[in-house]
């Protein structure tokens, strides 16, 4: 029998495409069994291979979710947490983890909680003005889950500024990059690459993909053969469609696309572009990084704490900087050893900081520091 110490990895929704970072991460465990837990099942991902518990199972599944996070009143899921005994339970996003508090406090479990991006740094008014279920509760029981929970992981200083400013007592957060698979992205250094600008991410306002649109309309007058290829999916999607055709941008959208697909598409492009003005740690700049290809990108401080100091100038454009952001891409269709150069750096310093190995293991570590200390303060 395998005493192998247990993580509970707690997600609302299991998975949803874009959180590839979530199922890439426990994958690399190496000392811990993880088993997912969340509310329900969105069937994005494959999971087969892991062990889960849904909130909302069966004929009555529904009553189990509205019950659970209404009133705080999961029996299921009390008692498979309590079979499971687990060392920790790490939840992603602030919001799902309010919805495990009251659990969490029944059953006394070492608890933590990694918050990724807008999670943090938006506004109490924001989240009002959302008016669905996950803001109301999370504003209620945000004081309970700052006393409950034993650690805060912040994705980028950025994040963990953020939460500090949501009344999260800074000796309680640490900074923790979840990093991504350096061996699955691998530049191919010496093959052709057609001038296209590769654009991957959910199709949100803030992600500035209106703003690359216009700047493709400037590049593609500058540099012949030009195009544009959106890989993502999103609220947005049908205005940027017609912002595309009333532009007459040469202009492809492939939807959501699986992780095999974006490697793909990174391999052809020559440049990456994803001008946001939110981000916690951007995953696919962190990919973009690994391929070794070059990028255009808003000067936001996630963005930076990414890219590093060595890479500021030649990527970065001011936000809403349409003409900066359309030079820099020219720059680099045009430029071969500019390109190159910027490849070979952007490599280096993914293999450094964003290891996904090197990260899990980290974290790992910090489960058995959570663990401890959880127990040690129980006891007491």
Known sequence: ????PIAIVYRDQLLMLSETFIINQVSFYSRYIPKLVGARRVNEHNLDDFDMFLVRHGPFGLLYETSYKLLAFAPHLSRYMKKTSPAVVHAHFGKDA???????????????????????????????????????????RRNR???????????????????????????????????????????????????????????????????????????????QGARLVIIGDGPCRSELKQLAAHRRLPCEFLGAQSHKVVRQWMEKAAVFSVPSFWEGLPTAVQEAMAMGLPMAL?????????????????????????????????????????SAKFSREARRRVTEFFDIRKQTHRLESIYDEVSGASKKGKNH
């Open 1 to 4: 029998m395998d005493s192998s």
């Open 145 to 223: 889950l700052i006393e409950t929970a034993d650690l805060f992981i912040a994705v980028s200083q950025h994040v963990k500024a953020g939460l500090i400013r949501q009344g999260i007592p800074e000796s309680k957060i640490i900074v923790h990059y979840i990093g991504i698979n350096v061996d699955h992205f691998t530049p191919v250094w010496d093959k052709p690459k057609d001038p296209v600008v590769l654009f991957v991410s959910r199709l949100f306002d803030y992600k500035g993909c209106d703003y690359l649109i216009e700047a493709m309309c400037r590049v593609c007058r500058h540099v």
């Open 298 to 338: 808003f000067d936001i401080p996630p963005v930076r704490e990414a890219v590093g100091n060595a890479l500021l100038a030649e990527c970065l454009a001011p936000p809403k900087d349409v003409r900066r952001l359309s030079e820099i891409i020219i720059q680099f269709l045009n430029n071969k050893e500019r």
């Open 98 to 140: 309010t919805f495990l508090v009251p659990l969490i406090e029944r059953l006394q479990l070492p608890f933590m909680v990694t918050y990724h991006g807008t999670d943090s740094y938006t506004s109490d008014e924001w989240k009002r003005r959302q008016r669905n279920l996950s803001n109301r509760v999370y504003l209620r």
